[in-house]
């Protein structure tokens, strides 16, 4: 709809107009992909050792494996394992620098999982550093700062 057409119409259009661009949003954050990990992710995956680290190059999914795994743990389900977890866990995520939540892991975990603003706190940062799931379970950011 250009703007012309959106100024000819009445405030009650209007509104109407914008409740359905926000439903069409709220829908489109529900049908989220769903994650098909590759090869190395899913050795990863399947791996249950305490301590794994994973290295691997640009594009190699560390990312998408570390989102996945860390909302896995806080939602209490590992859906590669078909495995239940104990909920509420912690999550603590050791970042270098404050700007990777903001830049790096907040839009990378909303990617695969809905996570509204009312869950994230800031705790006397000026960024956020903890997501308290509706479950008790939490993700809590740690820098060096």
Known sequence: MKAEDIAKLSKEQKIELYEAIQERKRRGKLTRSLYKPNAGQLEVHLDKSTNRF?????????????????????????????????????VIVVVDLPSKITDLWIPGLRLWSHIPDEWMKKNGKPYVNEISFSNGSTIKFLTHD
């Open 54 to 90: 994973v290295m691997a190059g640009n594009g190699g999914g560390k990312s998408t494996l570390a989102f996945n795994e860390a909302l896995w743990a806080a939602e209490g389900f590992n859906p590669v394992l078909k495995e239940y977890t104990p909920v509420p866990c912690r």
